[in-house]
């Protein structure tokens, strides 16, 4: 085949109905020069064509036809999806206005009356084609634009959980008392959020979205520990005060790390709002005398409020290469006792309400003697522990 027929444009196609031979002869001579043609005697013999594998481009339209007039057909080719954006111009020989308007409200596009002038058939014919096509390109963009923003939606998501889960796994290397709790706190936050999104005092903030960025923000809240010395951050037992106060430094330390990974990329990332809260403020205390700001009451961020209990159960339930862990029920006493004073009174009952909620996530993610021994023989060599989360 020569190469310059392969880029000749498509013919468009279109199709006649009328019940009339003559009529059918007449618009196939007057149109086959342009377009491709196809006929139909009949209203069924028209819809079975227009949703064959091979629909026309556009149709011209008969109205008086027995079995089914031509307003049944365009009235079925409108209520079907497949078929409703081809154009129909209706052709016929009932003039009256009252014809015409029936027609238009039935979705035609024009209305043409019989006898036919061709120059004025071939005119609207090419118009409505013409217009077809423009509706064609900008639908087939506007879909096109929905995928891509679906594809890129994906991506972000999916770059936004991989720099969390990074800069989390980074924390947790360094951590001796990780272990599961990253994951644990993470569906700790999740099971409070969820309790609490119909409370008016946090219903406006616990949308769905934000929830699932707590979720996903939640195991940055000791990302600050990277910076905090192995000689205090892997110390078994108690620490000193003068220990404490640098351990303390975590807070802010988490903050300026979140904080100077997007002065490097020159934007504020949104997605990091709750993470760079959660670092810095989940040691806060309801009666401001937490740290590392002495916060109090609203002050201190939702997203921190949930962590804090998240992390001091989590902290108390937990067992340690040093300690037992405490049971169940006396954690969840301590953190009652907390309420109004460490805790927000009103997280706390939605705490208490779902505690069996908390006991099965930690049954779920619980750390394994084998976690322990590692840690502990990792920790007796002076080394970071190994990557225990999944």
């Known amino acids: 085949m020569d190469d ?26 007057l149109l086959k020069m342009d377009y491709k043609v196809k ?25 008086m036809m027995p079995e089914m007039d031509g307003y049944e057909v365009c009235r079925q080719l409108k209520a079907n999806p497949a078929t409703r954006d081809i154009p129909v111009i209706f052709l016929t020989a009932k003039a009256e206005i009252e014809d015409e308007r029936r027609g238009l409200e039935l979705g035609a596009v024009d209305y043409i009356t019989k006898p036919i002038s061709p120059p004025i058939v071939l005119a609207r ?3 409505q084609l013409s217009l077809k096509a423009s509706a064609d390109f900008l639908r087939d963009k506007n879909e096109f634009l929905e995928q891509e923003v679906t594809r890129r939606t994906r991506e972000v998501a999916a770059i936004q959980d991989v720099t969390i889960l990074t800069m989390a796994s980074l924390a947790e290397t360094r951590d001796s008392d990780t272990g599961n709790h990253i994951r644990r ?25 934000t929830i699932n960025m707590l979720f996903k923000s939640a195991p940055l809240h000791d990302i600050g520990k990277v910076g905090i010395p192995d000689r205090i951050l892997l110390k078994p037992g108690k620490f000193e005060p003068y220990e404490f106060e640098i351990m303390k430094r975590h807070t802010t330390l988490g903050r300026d790390a979140i904080e100077h990974a997007e002065q490097s990329l020159g934007v ?11 670092a810095l403020s989940h040691q806060e205390k309801w009666d401001g005398s937490g740290y590392p700001e002495g916060l109090a009451g609203d002050d201190i961020p939702i997203s921190a409020r949930f962590m804090a209990i998240a992390d001091v159960y989590d902290a108390l339930i937990s067992r340690r290469v040093y300690k037992e862990g ?34 099965a996530i930690a049954q779920r993610y619980a750390d394994s003697d084998q976690d322990l021994k590692k840690k502990a023989e990792f920790q007796q060599a002076g080394l970071p522990p190994p990557d225990s989360v999944s």
């Open 4 to 29: 310059h027929l392969v880029n000749l444009p498509k013919k468009s196609t279109v199709l006649v109905v009328d019940d009339t031979p003559d009529n059918l002869m007449l618009m196939h001579s």
């Open 39 to 63: 006929v139909a005697n009949g209203g069924e013999k028209a819809l079975k064509i227009v949703n064959s594998d091979a629909p026309p481009d556009l149709i011209l339209l008969d109205i």
């Open 125 to 127: 014919v090419k118009t």
């Open 185 to 209: 706190t993470q569906y700790y936050i999740l099971a409070i959020a969820k309790k609490l999104q119909l409370h008016p005092r946090f219903s406006a903030f616990l949308t769905n979205a």
């Open 268 to 278: 504020q990332v949104e997605f990091l709002k709750f993470a760079k809260e959660i």
């Open 326 to 359: 405490m049971p169940h029920e006396k954690a969840v006493a301590i953190i009652a006792e907390g309420r109004g004073t460490h805790f927000d009174p009103d997280v706390v009952d939605a705490f208490l309400s779902i505690k069996e909620d908390f006991r």
